[in-house]
T-cell receptor
Framework: DAGITQSPRHKVTETGTPVTLRCHQT?????MYWYRQDPGHGLRLIHY???????DKGEVSDGYSVSRSKTEDFLLTLESATSSQTSVYFC????????????FGSGTRLTVV | GENVEQHPSTLSVQEGDSAVIKCTYS??????FPWYKQELGKGPQLIID?????GEKKDQRIAVTLNKTAKHFSLHITETQPEDSAVYFC????????????FGTGTRLTIIP
């Protein structure tokens, strides 16, 4: 989607290793979100940010941390990856092409083996 | 917190027929209700949204209806086409700046040619 990119697109990692996913936006939006998508659960909020260094937890935040040192970048870190964190991770910004709603990135498929 | 239920989980309709997807929400304070369409390998994309001061909104073949008393809202797609095949998500939030969307579990819509 225009203005928001996620990296990497795919990643396989081993249990117990740290992993960082990156979300980058080019449109200076204040609000950014990390969701995970799992079959039967839809999209669940992990963490969100309402400005540089301003972040808060969502409903499934255990095992995850985030950082936002610049407006354009929102990082999601799995401190010690577990198999239950195998999922597709989506970053979203409020606004962009989604106008009032969210604009989502293309997602990162993470597999923890 | 908010809880959004979505039905059905799968839906198949003949091309040209109508499709209806229904959602209920639990928090009476919610007043913003978007619908997202997700195609294979992509992030969800906003297709239509409605606010609580409106009972119905229409955009070409897509319409959304809202019943705040009953706390449910529905997506209606008329004259379905093969490109409507996708996963659809409803969501709800309170419209106060930092909208943390709570999503339904999704409906996989298949249009049968």
């Amino acid at each position: 989607d225009a203005g928001i990119t996620q990296s990497p697109r795919h990643k396989v990692t081993e249990t117990g290793t740290p992993v960082t996913l990156r979300c980058h936006q080019t449109e200076n939006h204040r609000y950014m979100y990390w969701y995970r998508q799992d079959p039967g659960h839809g999209l669940r909020l992990i963490h969100y940010s309402y400005g540089v260094k301003d972040t808060d937890k969502g409903e499934v935040s255990d095992g995850y941390s985030v950082s936002r040192s610049k407006t354009e970048d929102f990082l999601l870190t799995l401190e010690s990856a577990t198999s239950s964190q195998t999922s597709v991770y989506f970053c979203a910004i409020k606004g962009g092409t989604g106008a009032y709603g969210y604009t989502f990135g293309s997602g990162t498929r993470l597999t923890v083996v | 917190g908010e809880n959004v239920e979505q039905h059905p989980s799968t839906l198949s309709v003949q091309e040209g027929d109508s499709a209806v997807i229904k959602c209920t929400y639990s928090d009476s304070a919610s007043n913003y209700f978007p619908w997202y369409k997700q195609e294979l390998g992509k992030g969800p994309q906003l297709i239509i949204d409605i606010r609580s001061n409106v009972g119905e909104k229409k955009d070409q073949r897509i319409a959304v209806t809202l019943n705040k008393t009953a706390k449910h809202f529905s997506l209606h797609i008329t004259e379905t086409q093969p490109e409507d095949s996708a996963v659809y998500f409803c969501a709800a939030s309170m419209d106060f700046g930092n909208e943390k969307l709570t999503f339904g579990t999704g409906t996989r819509l298949t249009i049968i040619p």
